[in-house]
């Protein structure tokens, strides 16, 4: 089992900045990549940006150039920092931790955060 705490989001106004946390504890030697997606209501779950065990990253087209993520092995945590932010980028962001092989495909259901709310307001 793999446990994700998720930390950061909140408000903002359109076109400041976000950081979100993520660390993973447990059996972590399972996962090889952690992600962040996103939901709005009534939609489908969406990929916002992952990253591999060894730091290779991938961004939706949505959050290229405004998104970054990284990470930091020594405490098995992801950090999505989200600059340049839109009222379009209003939903919840769930992070997750999986056995990926590729990046939208992942073994099984992989593990999820609780989520947490980011609000950009206009």
């Known amino acids: 089992q793999v446990q994700l705490v998720e930390s950061g989001g909140g408000l903002v106004q359109a076109g400041g900045s976000l950081r979100l946390s993520c660390a993973a504890s447990?059996?972590?030697?399972?996962?090889?990549?952690m992600a962040w997606y996103r939901q709005a209501p009534g939609k489908q779950r969406e990929l916002v940006a992952i990253i591999t065990t060894g730091g290779i990253a991938n961004y939706a087209d949505s959050v290229k150039g405004r998104f970054t993520l990284s990470r930091d092995n020594a405490k098995n945590t992801v950090i999505l920092q989200m600059n340049s932010l839109k009222p379009e980028d209003t939903v919840v962001y769930y992070c997750?931790?999986?056995?990926?092989?590729?990046?939208?495909?992942?073994?099984?259901?992989?593990?999820w955060g609780q989520g947490t709310q980011v609000t950009v307001s206009s």
């Open positions: 997750h931790a999986g056995t990926y092989r590729s990046t939208n495909y992942y073994v099984g259901t992989g593990y």
């Open positions: 447990g059996s972590i030697f399972s996962i090889n990549a």
